[in-house]
């Protein structure tokens, strides 16, 4: 079954550490995003692609990276320079952007927390 | 600019008594529309989609929506409520754009009391 694949389910990092939080889409479509969601909060766009080798900040991008080198993969770095990282991170994937009616699909979510 | 408001934080219902959780927009253009649902540590999952074909839309778990353009709401329903339905629900609307084009209603979350 085609779906998206968010891993791992659970993180730790230490202060001072880069942790890299993976996602994978065999849904063959071209845009993806990475979303934070605090407790209580709706979610916050924190970078978006909508082809290979090309992505933008979306409203949170501070302290975090993303490359986008492979269709299917999407993976987000929190650098040491995100002061706050504890959160639950949320990766998405859309059909072309530029066309109506075409819904995001998203992955299980990895819970990051600060050792 | 796209905005969605959802008008309650937080709704709660009795087991088998109706659902309605509320949601206003506001778009430049005809916009899509969408309803997700979000269990506790899980990602979200589309319930159902506006997709302009008609104004009163069926989606997944007898849950469905009706399009008002002219009161620019997107109002999801759901005839008899059950306790799996518990859960938080997000309106969200989008415009085409070769841009950031999804814009995310700060959610409802909705209780069923026994």
């Known amino acids: 079954d085609g779906g998206i694949t968010q891993s791992p389910k659970y993180l730790f990092r230490k202060e001072g550490q880069n942790v890299t939080l993976s996602c994978e889409q065999n849904l063959n479509h071209d845009a993806m995003y990475w979303y934070r969601q605090d407790p209580g909060q709706g979610l916050r766009l924190i970078y978006y692609s909508q082809i290979v080798n090309d992505f933008q900040k979306g409203d949170i991008a501070e302290g975090y990276s993303v490359s986008r080198e492979k269709k299917e993969s999407f993976p987000l770095t929190v650098t040491s320079a995100q002061k706050n990282p504890t959160a639950f991170y949320l990766c998405a994937s859309s059909k072309a952007p530029d066309r109506l009616n075409q819904p995001q699909h998203f992955g299980d979510g990895t819970r990051l927390s600060i050792l | 600019a796209q905005s969605v408001t959802q008008l309650d934080s937080h709704v709660s219902v009795s087991e088998g008594t109706p659902v309605l959780l509320r949601c206003n927009y506001s778009?430049?253009?005809?916009?899509?529309l969408f309803w997700y649902v979000q269990h506790p540590n899980k990602g979200l999952q589309l319930l159902l989609k506006y997709t302009s074909a008609a104004t009163l839309v069926k989606g997944i778990n007898g849950f469905e929506a009706e399009f008002k353009k002219s009161e620019t709401s997107f109002h999801l329903t759901k005839p008899s409520a059950h306790m799996s339905d518990a859960a938080e629900y997000f309106c969200?609307?989008?415009?085409?754009?070769?841009?950031?084009?999804?814009?995310f209603g700060p959610g409802t979350r909705l209780s069923v009391l026994p």
């Open positions: 778009s430049s253009y005809s916009p899509s």
């Open positions: 969200v609307v989008s415009e085409p754009s070769y841009g950031q084009n999804f814009v």
